[in-house]
């Protein structure tokens, strides 16, 4: 329980003491007359501690309609006409529900801290051979630390000796442990299983991909949703409406028809404003939003706000980015076609010529030939942006690269169309033949699409700068509605403001990425969704959600989460509507007295929370 809490449940305690005091000095007859006022007024205040400070702190985010405001308006006016019992057991019954809100709102995010409570306290440094061990705060950039098996890892680092498997199941939801070697990265948070390793650290505590992940949580969970989500927007329109409807009741039957005594609608109108307070509403959405975040947060997907669950409700065009996100960003050689050569001397050629890259066709082309690369046999190696990559090879001057580094060279070239990236192979001015890599489709990639489009029946497009052919023949494999080639970054946001310019004002198009040079896209979109972004900065930032883990599947289990949200919300507006109506009426009547309107709303209240925890449990698979 934080400082806060307490302070309120003590000032709250208090408040109750002196209420129930006043009551049993009234009754004995121990404050009479004017004595009644100032000692039910100090009661008033200690109870109504936690709704003044929600109320000021309303007002100075300039939120001036809201339930608190309602039942400040109904309780003083209660005192004011001499009901003081009521109007204190008005305060006392909301206050209580107001810090029941603050627990659980506490409670939820604990749910979440607790999946990310991971950080070790102590780390063990390297210095000249020796070891050290240092608060995980004082590492520092290129750091040697040395994680042991079973200990967790302190901060982001490169592993530099040894080599391991790592279980990041916390962070990423990755449920099979990840080989760690010389050169890879691991996350701080993670556990070393089995051999003991040194990493290079390469961020700070202060900036760890772990400690951004709390700070994104903590952000979603403290979010404002005023006036964002379906509670907010219908609220702005409705608590001024029963302000406005409260002083009719109060003034238009006395003034206009004399009917009865003013003081008699006056109170008729303050059990109108307490009876229309949806206060239990208001309640159980943002905890039911930060139920939601805390079930994504444990499957690896960070969501950064209430909103963007509700606005995957509304998603009807789904655009995707091609390498990285429908692709694995793997490129892997599918033909070998060499002409005056064999298929071994045409693969040695350009993996020799390509071995100084660290590109992923370059890559493919190594394993594709499969031996020991001597790099001293290769000099004068030159990249041409746009054509390729030109080396001498073991004497021999080869070119590998598209159709038009063929053509410069004179080279009479075969004319491919393909749907990888066809790499022509010239050697010493002679043609020597194609090969072909093909960047491979994620298996869910399939499901996930054939998925949008049967059950959410969404529009889906590809939007991706590679060559139109490669472009044509993932958007074909997978059945995409419309596919975009050749496009840079700023075309890519252009296509993306076309499509938000078709949709309706209801509708939202969602953007999903690899997160780094898709960030201002990302950013732009309705919901921008980063994918696979664990450790990098431009995803974290620009993102609205982040799979943690290159799983395209998951995104049909965070929207599977939003409509299970949505609906929760919507059964509780539905049932506080229904109570509300219902209550409004029977005050009208003279059929419900304060105390019963009061005891229905606060019912009305712990439904809707039990309803919005149990989101929390949601399986998302």
Known sequence: MTKEIKRQWIVFGAGLLAFWGNIVLREKEMIVGNMVFPFFLISYILLGYTVFRHVIRNIEKKQYFNENILIVMASAG???????????????????????????????????????????????????????????????????????????????GVVTTGETTVDSRMLTGEMIPQTAREGDRVYGGSINLTGVIEIRVIRTYQESTLSRIRQMVDDAGGEDTENTTMTGRFMWKYIPAVI???????????????????????????????????????????????????????????????????????????????????????????????????????????????????????????????????????????????????????????????????????????????????????????????????????????????????????LTVMLTGDRRSAALHVARKLNIDYAYAGLLPKDKLEQLEHFQGLKEENEKVVFVGDGMNDAIVLKKADVGVAMGALGCDAAIEAADIVLLEDDLSRLAGVIGLSRETCRVVKGNIRLAMFVKIVALILAGLKLATLRTILIVDLAV?????????LISKYPME
């Not at 107001?98 to 063990?124: C, F, W, Y």
């Not at 209240?605 to 925890?613: I, P, S």
Request: with cysteine.
């Open 78 to 156: 209660a005192v004011g006409i001499g009901r003081y019992t009521e109007g204190n057991l008005i305060m006392m019954l909301f206050a209580f529900a107001g810090i029941m809100e603050d627990m659980l709102m506490k409670h939820s995010r604990n749910v979440i801290n607790k999946l990310m409570d991971m950080q070790p306290t102590v780390a063990v440094k390297k210095v000249r051979g020796k070891e050290y061990k240092v608060a995980p705060e004082l590492l520092k950039i290129r750091d040697t630390v040395v994680v042991k098996p079973g200990e967790r890892i302190p901060v982001d």
């Open 244 to 458: 406005m409807l409260a002083v009719a009741v109060a003034v238009v039957p006395p003034l206009t028809f004399s009917w009865g005594q003013w003081h008699e609608w006056i109170y008729r109108a303050f059990l109108f404003l307490i009876a229309a307070c949806p206060c239990g509403l208001l309640i159980s959405e943002p905890i039911a939003f930060l139920g939601g975040i805390s079930a994504a947060a444990k499957h690896g997907v960070i969501i950064k706000g209430g909103r963007f669950l509700e606005y995957l409700t509304e998603a009807d065009v789904f655009i995707f980015d091609k390498t990285g996100t429908l692709t694995e960003g793997v490129f892997e050689v599918t033909e070998v076609h060499p002409t005056e050569i064999t298929t071994d001397e045409l693969l040695k050629y350009a993996a020799y010529a390509e071995s100084y890259s660290n590109h992923p066709i370059a890559k493919s082309l190594q394993r594709a030939y499969g031996h020991p690369i001597d790099k001293k046999q290769v000099q004068w190696i030159k990249e041409t942006a746009g054509l390729g990559v030109s080396a001498t090879v073991e004497g021999k001057r080869v070119h590998i690269g598209n159709r038009r580094m063929a053509k410069k060279h004179g080279a009479e070239y075969e004319q491919v169309e393909s749907g990888g990236t066809v790499l022509h192979v010239v050697v010493d001015d002679r043609y020597a033949g194609y090969i072909v890599a093909e960047d491979t489709i994620k298996e869910e990639a399939y499901d996930l699409i054939e998925w949008l489009q049967k059950k959410v029946h969404a």
């Open 605 to 613: 209240m712990f439904v809707g929370l039990l309803n919005a925890l």
